[in-house]
């Protein structure tokens, strides 16, 4: 089967390519830097010729607001409109368990609108609701500094290995639309702040994590609950202190950037 992995050179696409060649399928990885741009439509239309399956693991290179609303919403809007024309018969997309529970952050906001188009399209979907990744432990004090210290607020989350969420996306794209949103979680609850100091810890990282109950995620104000999946949720396999020996979780530590999702994404690329 003929499987597009639309963001397919990025952390999750990269693993969910390897995945599905490995059973055997045609995994093709779409990016700028393969030719295949979805924000402008380029070389959508070729690599889309005999795909049965599109997967969206692509993300915005710009968090600003307006600029990941416009990147969601011109991006959908282009790739279910050349899958209809291939004739392409599921699409899936990944995205953040609680997204609809966190409008108050423009960066939620974009990715309500992307499944908000999905929904409405003609193409049978599957949006795979995952849990934040262990490798966006470090990007998430990054996004959350208040001066020269993070502040998080004491919540609860579940968070996974990327790998394992590249395996939920893989099988989940070799399975049947279910025209619905699926969640996957990791195996393990934790308190936000908690973790993000566990994480700095071990990659050297001296910033002080601040325990705040008013402190927002990505621009939301979050309860205790708003980033735990349901109990529906498939469940990865990978428990933080296994997946802390593991090369992925050496990353070397830096001081906070001005830009730190950028920075924090051209490290761990260059680490994987
Ligand atoms: N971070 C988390 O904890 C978390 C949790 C749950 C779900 N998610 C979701 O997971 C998804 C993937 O995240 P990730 O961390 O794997 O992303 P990533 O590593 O930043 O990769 C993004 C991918 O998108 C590609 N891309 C960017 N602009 C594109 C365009 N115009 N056309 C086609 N491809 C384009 C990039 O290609 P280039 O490298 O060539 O630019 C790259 O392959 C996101 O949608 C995110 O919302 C994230």
Not at 69 to 93: D, P
Not at 228 to 251: H, Y
């Amino acid at each position: 089967m003929k499987i597009v992995v639309i963001g397919g050179t990025g952390l999750i696409g990269s693993k969910v390519v390897k995945k599905l060649r490995e059973q055997g399928h045609e995994a093709v990885a779409a990016a700028p830097n393969t030719g295949v741009n979805t924000v402008t439509g380029e070389g959508l239309a070729e690599v889309l010729q005999g795909a049965s399956v599109v997967v969206d693991v692509s993300n915005s290179p710009d968090w600003e607001d307006a600029a990941v609303l416009k990147f969601f919403e011109t991006s959908t809007r282009n790739l279910l409109s050349y899958e209809a024309a291939a004739k392409v018969g599921h699409h899936v997309a990944l995205s953040v368990v609680g997204t609809d529970r966190l409008s108050e952050s423009g960066y939620f906001r974009a990715k309500i609108a992307q499944e908000k188009l999905i929904k409405e399209s003609s193409i049978p979907y599957t949006i795979v609701h995952a849990t934040q990744f262990f490798e966006f432990l470090k990007g998430l004090a990054d996004i959350s500094m208040v001066g020269d210290k993070v502040h998080l607020p004491p919540v609860l989350f579940q968070p996974m290995a990327a790998d394992d969420v590249a395996t939920a996306v893989a099988r989940i794209a070799l399975g049947p639309p279910v025209n619905d949103i699926v969640e996957t979680g990791g195996p393990e609850r934790f308190r936000v702040d908690e973790l993000v100091r566990r994480r700095l810890a071990a990659i050297k990282d001296s910033r002080e994590v601040i325990t705040d109950p008013n402190a927002r995620y990505s621009g939301a104000k979050l309860r205790e609950k708003t980033l735990v999946p349901g109990s529906d949720a498939r469940l990865g396999v990978t428990r933080f202190e296994t997946w802390l020996t593991q090369p992925a979780a050496q990353i070397p530590g830096a001081p906070p950037q001005p830009t730190g999702v950028a920075k924090e994404k051209e490290r761990r690329n260059k680490a994987s």
